[in-house]
């Protein structure tokens, strides 16, 4: 994802910043790339600025915390080796939302939603009770 020419390193148009996901070694990571200029976005880009977060059990138990909803990261290895998940991430993938979601009881869902790379693939799902 990040090399001499990616498009996290093209950021030619001051005015156009990049925000996403990549999956690394690591598991998922939020990542958000900007032109370095003067404050006034006059000059050309003098380099690029990228900052990453990974997307870790802290954050994903903040996220519960915040939502009051039993949050789960799957990432793709978890999902390739279960069938049901990978029946899921291909319902989701059909969805135009990207969200699939199960009656699970009269009043509670399953959901699914998928996480999309920078460069629209998959990397991973959220599954939500």
Do not use: W
Not at 74 to 88: C, R, W
Not at 115 to 124: A, E, L, Q, T
């Amino acid at each position: 994802y990040i090399f001499p020419k990616s498009i996290v390193f093209d950021r030619q148009d001051v005015n156009k910043d990049l925000t996403g996901n990549i999956l690394t070694s690591r598991g998922i990571m939020m990542i958000a790339a900007c032109a370095i200029t003067d404050g006034d976005k006059l000059q050309p880009p003098l380099g690029v600025a990228i900052f990453g977060r990974n997307l870790n059990k802290a954050l994903v138990d903040k996220i519960i915390e915040t939502t009051k909803t039993n949050v789960t990261l799957l990432l793709p290895e978890q999902i390739s080796k279960d069938s049901y998940l990978s029946k899921m991430q291909e319902e989701v993938l059909k969805s135009e939302n990207g969200h699939y979601s199960i009656a699970v009881t009269s009043d509670s869902l399953l959901g699914y939603t998928l996480i999309k790379d920078i460069f629209n693939k998959p990397i991973g799902m959220f599954r939500m009770v």
